[in-house]
């Protein structure tokens, strides 16, 4: 799996949109992008995947460049419950199995 | 049902205990994963049970024992363990398609 770089921490203002970095610049063409975000404690959660379009769903909106050598997850309008980890990952869509590799994802704050 | 059930949520075990750890989803998903996670750091992948067979061991001390029953049930065996084994175990399944992983909210393990 390609590997990802994401800042280790941010902050947002609370009602302010969230625009979280993700570097994968080895990129296979067959390679997903897939974000997830653990709440302290609790099992990461899905929140949105693509391969190269940009992606849109209740809780957020995923931009990907045309190289798709990045992308930013986008949450429109962060609220104190969305402090979290979130983890920026890239993976081959296989059939039997697979692996879902986490990186070392970036700290989200929300303050009011 | 959408959920992946862990039991139990807590568990203290001393080193020459046997326990087991237990993940039951019914959602039809056919792949399986076990994740391991130190505080501070990423879910590390363990094993990846395919159709109910392990297709993939992580190369994890043969300490920890997987079993798959059937296809909505995944078990981990724990013996003769470490206190550094302590960690929040991660079970997670996913359909066979490119959709995201669903996971549990994990079984926070002690050994003494």
């Known amino acids: 799996d390609a590997k990802t770089t994401q800042p280790p921490s941010m902050d947002c203002a609370e009602g302010r949109a969230a625009n979280l970095p993700c570097n994968h610049s080895?990129?296979?063409?067959?390679?997903?992008v897939y974000w997830y975000r653990q709440i302290h404690s609790q099992g990461p959660q899905y929140i949105i995947h693509?391969?190269?379009n940009n992606e849109t769903n209740e809780m957020a909106s995923l931009i990907i460049t045309e190289d798709r050598k990045s992308s930013t997850l986008i949450l429109p309008h962060a609220t104190l419950r969305d402090t979290a980890v979130y983890y920026c990952?890239?993976?081959?869509?296989?059939?039997?199995?697979?692996?879902?590799?986490f990186g070392q994802g970036t700290e989200l704050s929300v303050k009011p | 049902d959408t959920e992946v059930t862990q039991t139990p949520k807590h568990l203290v075990m001393g080193m020459t205990n046997k326990k087991s750890l237990k993940c039951e989803q019914h959602?039809?998903?056919?792949?399986m994963y076990w994740y391991k996670q130190k505080a501070k750091k990423p879910p590390e992948l363990m094993f990846v049970?395919?159709?109910?067979?392990?297709?993939i061991n992580e190369s994890v001390p043969s300490r920890f024992s997987p079993e798959c029953p059937n296809s909505s049930l995944l078990n981990l065996h724990l013996h003769a363990l470490q206190p550094e084994d302590s960690a929040l175990y991660l079970c997670?399944?996913?359909?066979?398609?490119?959709?995201?992983?669903?996971f549990g909210s994990g079984t926070r393990l002690t050994v003494v």
């Open positions: 049970y395919s159709y109910e067979k392990l297709s």
């Open positions: 997670a399944s996913r359909a066979d398609r490119e959709e995201g992983y669903t």
């Open positions: 080895t990129i296979s063409g067959n390679e997903y």
């Open positions: 990952i890239v993976r081959v869509f296989e059939r039997q199995g697979g692996k879902l590799i």
């Open positions: 959602m039809g998903h056919r792949a």
């Open positions: 693509g391969l190269k």
